[in-house]
T-cell receptor, first 113, second 111 residues
Framework: DQQVKQNSPSLSVQEGRISILNCDYT??????FLWYKKYPAEGPTFLIS?????DKNEDGRFTVFLNKSAKHLSLHIVPSQPGDSAVYFC????????????FGKGTRLSVIA | NAGVTQTPKFRVLKTGQSMTLLCAQD?????MYWYRQDPGMGLRLIHY???????AKGEVPDGYNVSRLKKQNFLLGLESAAPSQTSVYFC??????????FGPGTRLTVL
């Protein structure tokens, strides 16, 4: 039973436009959510996080939105750049991150110049 | 400051052979984790540790053992490798309640 779902395996976006990556979760105990970015042959790197007391967190071109009632979060990248092409993983944890993260299957983003 | 390092980077085993993967971190993190990544499966937790001398099972622990004798090291052992254990293995570490920092991965093939 998948607790964190990324239903789009892939996404293509033109350079300069907005990329929106979506993630749904089923466990209502999750209170800490993260996005990771992964390039081929490298380990995932932490991108941005949000706790359940917020509904939005921004860091430069990256914004994460959390809709607790819908158990849905999204990552917005504006503007998208070719270097953003990677696999993006959504992850969640109960207990403010003191319990290991549960990852989604990932979404491959391709930003086309 | 090397972050999280993994040894080896690549390995090919025959069915039934054993091996140990080493993870080391220099950030004084309490928490360490072993994940495996398979195509279309995302990252799945094998075992983790919340401090020196402690270990706990994750989502897919069968066929693996771990040890955390020193705070900076987390070892993952395969006693009798099987083709189903062909995967990319990632180690990660974190402060409690913080994001994980991942190593570069070990690509393991079991023939």
């Amino acid at each position: 039973d998948q607790q964190v779902k990324q239903n789009s395996p892939s996404l293509s976006v033109q350079e300069g436009r907005i990329s929106i990556l979506n993630c749904d979760y089923t466990n209502s105990m999750f209170d800490y959510f993260l996005w990771y970015k992964k390039y081929p042959a490298e380990g995932p790197t932490f991108l941005i996080s949000i706790s359940s007391i917020k509904d939005k967190n921004e860091d430069g071109r990256f914004t994460v939105f959390l809709n607790k009632s819908a158990k849905h979060l999204s990552l917005h990248i504006v503007p998208s750049q070719p270097g953003d092409s990677a696999v993006y993983f959504c992850a969640a944890s109960p207990n403010s991150g003191n319990t290991p993260l549960v990852f989604g299957k990932g979404t491959r983003l391709s930003v086309i110049a | 400051n090397a972050g999280v390092t993994q040894t080896p980077k690549f390995r090919v085993l025959k069915t039934g052979q054993s091996m140990t993967l080493l993870c080391a971190q220099d950030m004084n993190h309490e928490y360490m984790y072993w994940y495996r990544q398979d195509p279309g499966m995302g990252l799945r937790l094998i075992h983790y540790s919340v401090g020196e001398g402690t270990t706990a099972k994750g989502e897919v622990p069968d066929g693996y053992n771990v040890s955390r004798l020193k705070k900076q090291n987390f070892l993952l052992g395969l006693e009798s490798a099987a083709p189903s254990q062909t995967s990319v293995y990632f180690c990660a570490s974190s402060y409690s309640g913080g994001p994980g920092y991942f190593g570069p991965g070990t690509r393991l093939t079991v023939l």
